[in-house]
Structures are given as structure tokens and as C-alpha cells.
């Protein structure tokens, strides 16, 4: 079965920092997936998707992701952190089948900023 | 363009009891999936509607019921509350798709609190 694994729960960065939030992935085909961002109170933004091509990906907000099949991950980097980007952070992978499309969520990493 | 709009924001009942939440899909879009988010975890998939009829479905007991309307727009149901039942309901639009493409992402609205206590 399709899973995704999110090893931090929680994560602590001061502000300028780096980032790096990791992202592991079970899936028998080829996966497409997805880094969201939750803010308190708010629902679901997508900051970056991966369907195919290019293994590093941009998204919005100056994240990128880069795809290893060979490790079956998928982590979301950021160079320098900003005190608006703590929030929670959700991998997802899609499963598409028939006319159906759903997604898979791992159990979230919360990234807190430090000053 | 208002985007996902859910309601309402909060509620609060008892075991027991019965609650409809509602949701509103971005302009265009016709395809509405239901999300169940517990406190501390990812959201986990309750079913999908399209074209008026359940899609597909997560694993969640028959309790959980859904309806979709002509305009697009989706009921939630859940019967016999439990306390196990408190989180946040998210809703999520697209378009319809035999697959994965850049033309169905699915946008979340910001969801309904549940508490069953």
C-alpha cells in the first residue's frame, strides 16, 4: 500500500537558516507528489508538486523539492528561512486510478522559527 | 474568485448526535473529496464525488456519508457522533481527470473544526 513517511515531527530553525524537511515515500508505480503548508486556522497550500521530468522542482515561497528514486524521497529545502514560514508541512503522494484521483498525506513535520 | 469555502468554520456536538458540514468547490471546478484531519496527524481520504455520485471511497465506516449537488457544491454527513470523530474536515476541489495532470490539483478550503463531546 501507498504510504508516506514524515520522520520529524517537529523542528526548530532560527530565522536564515536552512531548511530541510524529509520526505519518504512507498509507492509501486511511478509517484507523484506533492509538499503542502498549514497554516493555524488555515487549509492546504500547495508549494510544489512532482509529476515527471526534472528531479528538482521549484515552488512558491523560494521552496524547492528534489525527487531520489534510488531513496524514494522526496525533501523540501528552503536556503534561508523567514519568520512567516513556520507552519505545519505535509508530503503527499497521489494515487490515481480509473477516474480518480486522491491523495496520500504523511503525518506532518511542524517547523517552528526562531528569531 | 473565492476559492474553497466551508461551513461552518466550527461546531461543536455531542455523541451521538448527527452533523451535515458543507462545502463550496472553486469556480469550474467539479470534482469535490473530503478530508478527515485529527489532531496531530496528515489528513486521511474519506471519499470522493463526481457528477452527483460517491467515486471513490477511504476507509471509513458507512456513518460517513456524502452528497453532491447539480451546481457542484457537497454535503458531508456523519451519523452516531463519537468522540473519535473530533478534527478538522477539510474539502478539497478539481477538475475531473483520468489522471494525474497539471488540470486537476486539488485546492483545499480551511476546513471545519468538529468537536464531539
Known amino acids: 500500500a501507498q504510504s508516506v513517511t514524515q520522520p520529524d515531527i517537529h523542528i526548530t530553525v532560527s530565522e536564515g537558516a536552512s531548511l530541510e524537511l524529509r520526505c519518504n515515500y512507498s509507492?509501486?508505480?511511478?509517484?507523484?507528489l506533492f509538499w503542502y503548508v498549514q497554516s493555524p486556522g488555515q487549509g492546504l497550500q500547495l508549494l510544489l508538486k512532482?509529476?515527471?521530468?526534472?528531479?528538482l522542482v521549484q515552488g512558491i515561497k523560494g521552496f524547492e523539492a528534489e525527487f531520489k528514486r534510488s531513496q524514494s524521497s522526496f525533501n523540501l529545502r528552503k536556503p534561508s528561512v523567514h519568520w512567516s514560514d513556520a507552519a505545519e508541512y505535509f508530503c503527499?503522494?497521489?494515487?490515481?486510478?480509473?477516474?480518480?484521483?486522491?491523495?496520500?498525506f504523511g503525518t506532518g513535520t511542524l517547523l517552528a522559527v526562531q528569531p | 474568485d473565492a476559492g474553497v469555502t466551508q461551513s461552518p468554520t466550527h461546531l461543536i456536538k455531542t455523541r451521538g448526535q448527527q452533523v451535515t458540514l458543507r462545502c463550496s468547490p472553486k469556480?469550474?471546478?467539479?470534482?469535490v473529496s473530503w478530508y478527515q484531519q485529527a489532531l496531530g496527524q496528515g489528513p486521511q481520504f474519506i471519499f470522493q464525488?463526481?457528477?452527483?455520485?460517491?467515486?471513490q471511497r477511504g476507509n471509513f465506516p458507512d456513518r460517513f456519508s456524502g452528497h453532491q449537488f447539480p451546481n457542484y457544491s457537497s454535503e458531508l454527513n456523519v451519523n452516531a457522533l463519537l468522540l473519535g470523530d473530533s478534527a478538522l474536515y477539510l474539502c478539497?476541489?478539481?477538475?475531473?481527470?483520468?489522471?494525474?495532470?497539471?488540470?486537476?490539483?486539488?485546492?483545499f478550503g480551511p476546513g471545519t473544526r468538529l468537536t464531539v463531546l
Open positions: 478539497a476541489s478539481s477538475l475531473a481527470g483520468s489522471g494525474p495532470s497539471l488540470y486537476n490539483e486539488q485546492f
Open positions: 509507492y509501486g508505480a511511478t509517484p507523484y
Open positions: 512532482y509529476f515527471s521530468g526534472d528531479t
Open positions: 503527499a503522494v497521489g494515487q490515481y486510478g480509473g477516474a480518480t484521483n486522491k491523495l496520500i
Open positions: 469556480s469550474g471546478h467539479d470534482t
Open positions: 464525488y463526481y457528477e452527483e455520485e460517491e467515486r
